[in-house]
């Protein structure tokens, strides 16, 4: 055992940082690359568009690669909710918030696993983030709604017009269009290329009309990358194996709000090269998806943005079983064991409480009417006979809670009482199912403030290679806030990109 060791030892050091695992990939000496850029990019949602805007505006040539037939990965498809400490919004309906406020609301939900320079870092450009996207992006958000995601202390993130993170990620596309950078779909990185001798990455090797999820498809090419590659491809919770291997109980019946092309080649790659990475196995799921819709769905915007800051939850028991407006794991913990015990988790809001819910998503409630995901009833007695709930428990419960909602004071749970709402007393009342779903992998690839990503052997930079957004670790830790993610890879992934088109 002893020779071994010493045997092993003494390879990795011969090869360098990059161990045995990068030699197999490394570009053959005498080999022609069959293209050569400054920057490459993987992956063309926040993140990696935000990295690609800021490398090619600092002069660099940039290619963006995504595997999926069309750009956005689950940017795309993100609730388009983002935190926004000092915003307009926040000043119009006279929230005190601050920067310190945010990172420690941030910092106390990671359970401390969080970097705090990290996060620290990301607080104070909260600010400066929101007025990047609506003064050099031109996104639209909804000038008169704030809205309060679990975990956070006060109402502190804005809305996209449109309702979800394509008003973001549309206007990331149309910006780096005019800088003439088109991401290349149907492109999937198999092997990122570092060398033995010096530990740099060089490059990628990719197959150029991919056909998802065959992984033997499309054609096989090498991009050289001049100044650095930036990892920005997401989380894995759509890899059911993967996933189960940091988490096992997150089993194939347990749905997930991401897009299919969610899945783990390249963390795999990474950890094959030889990249650090951290808290994997912390997986977050959402507390307030609509069991009748498959993926991300609309009904969670009732349940969060409706119900959960300005109604209540209650299981089929009758009661609250968790503060509304707690963290993201602490919720779906709660609810998930409810469902241990047979009950389910039903969102109840009503018509007076709806008033900011219909201001920052115009027209949504409609929609989720019509499709059956939200019920509208006459009576809380309706809602108890449809759910199947003791009619005299929900409403003493209600009744109880309103007594919470006069005094802006919640003594069983300690939820924050929104300013403007009012007692639930009037109908018409709505009120929907919720069932957890895997979301958002908080761990992944360590990375400095410049966002280069760390050696696992030396715990030092690896030349070249640079990442941001879900594919990093160290910034939320063991829960990520509910709009925190659109700000991480906006934020970091310009960072990234300014980075890599500074290397040398």
């Not at 406020?101 to 620290?120: C, I, Q, S």
């Not at 299919?260 to 507390?287: K, Y």
């Not at 063991?478 to 659109?486: D, E, F, H, K, N």
């Amino acid at each position: 055992m002893d020779m071994n060791r010493r045997s092993l030892l003494k390879g990795t050091a011969a090869l360098g940082a990059a161990g045995f695992a990068a030699a197999a990939h490394a570009a053959p000496k005498g080999k022609a690359w069959d293209e050569t850029v400054d920057v490459v990019v993987i992956g063309s949602g926040f993140a990696g568009l935000a990295a690609a805007i800021e490398a090619k505006q600092a002069g660099a040539s940039v290619a963006v690669l995504e595997k999926m037939p069309t750009p956005g990965g689950n940017s795309i498809i993100n609730g388009g909710i983002l935190t926004a400490t000092g915003c307009p919004q926040q000043k119009k309906h006279g929230i005190k918030d601050s920067f310190d406020l945010l990172a420690n609301d941030m910092l106390v939900a990671g359970l401390h696993l969080n970097y705090p320079e990290k996060v620290k870092y990301l607080a104070q450009h909260a600010l400066s983030n929101y007025e990047w996207c609506v003064k050099t992006l031109g996104v639209e958000f909804n000038p008169d709604a704030i809205g309060q995601e679990g975990g956070h202390s006060v109402p502190r993130y804005v809305f996209t017009k449109n309702g979800s993170g394509s008003g973001i990620v549309s206007k990331e596309l149309e910006y780096l269009a005019k800088l003439g950078v088109k991401p290349r779909t149907r492109t999937y990185v198999q092997h990122i290329i570092r060398n033995p001798e010096t530990g740099r990455v060089e490059g990628v090797e990719v197959r150029t009309g991919y056909r998802f999820p065959k992984a033997e498809s499309g054609k096989v090419v090498r991009i050289r990358a001049k100044k650095g590659v930036v990892l920005c491809y997401g989380g894995f919770s759509r890899d059911v194996q993967f996933r189960m291997l940091q988490d096992p109980k997150l089993v194939a019946t347990l749905d997930s709000t991401n897009q299919p092309g969610a899945t783990s080649e390249l963390w795999r790659e990474t950890s094959r090269i030889g990249c650090l990475q951290v808290q994997d196995d912390w997986i977050q799921c959402t507390p307030w998806n609509n069991p009748k819709e498959k993926g991300m769905g609309l009904g969670w915007t009732f349940s969060q943005s409706g119900a959960a800051e300005y109604g209540l939850w209650v299981s089929t028991s009758g009661k609250r079983f968790v503060n509304e407006l707690a963290n993201r794991k602490i919720r779906a913990d709660a609810i998930m064991n409810e469902q241990s015990k047979g009950l389910r988790a039903v969102a109840i809001c009503t018509e007076p409480n709806m008033k900011a819910y219909r201001v920052a998503r115009p027209g949504m409630i409609d929609k989720l009417l019509a499709s059956g995901v939200v019920k509208k009833y006459d009576s809380l007695e309706a809602i108890a006979a449809d759910f199947k709930i003791p009619a005299d428990t929900l409403k003493a419960t209600v009744a109880k809670f309103n007594d919470d909602v006069k005094a802006k004071k919640d003594p069983e749970f300690g939820r924050y009482i929104n300013n403007e709402q009012v007692p639930l007393t009037s109908g018409p009342w709505y009120a929907a199912e919720m069932s957890p779903k895997v979301h958002h992998c908080m761990g992944g690839l360590v990375t400095d403030t410049a966002c280069r990503v760390m050696d696992v052997a030396t715990t030092k930079p690896v030349p070249g290679l640079y990442a941001a957004g879900e594919a990093t670790g160290g910034v939320h830790g063991a829960v990520r806030l509910g709009s925190c993610a659109i700000l991480d890879c906006l934020v970091y992934g310009r960072i990234a990109g300014q980075s890599a088109a500074k290397a040398a």
